[in-house]
């Protein structure tokens, strides 16, 4: 799905709740790994874990938490 995609409303909506999430846990390819902790990280997000999952054959869960919530956070 491509941006074009999206209605402005729900553009609005996920960037109010990206905005307001403290937390977030992503079911991300195997591939996508390292360009989605980069991508979380450039709006204020660490990873804490990351698990794969029987469940999910070729995808990884990331538990990501906003940077200033993490105690060891250098930013």
């Given at each position: 799905?491509?941006?074009n ?37 450039k709006?204020?997000?660490k ?14 869960v ?14």
């Amino acid at each position: 799905m491509s941006i074009n995609e999206f209605t402005d409303e729900q553009i609005h909506d996920w960037n109010a709740i990206v905005k307001s999430a403290v937390s977030m846990e992503l079911r991300v390819s195997n591939a996508d790994v390292q360009n989605t902790v980069k991508m979380m990280e450039k709006h204020g997000f660490k990873s804490k874990g990351l698990w794969a999952s029987m469940e999910l054959p070729e995808h990884t869960v990331i538990n990501f938490w906003k940077k200033e919530l993490i105690k060891d956070s250098k930013e």
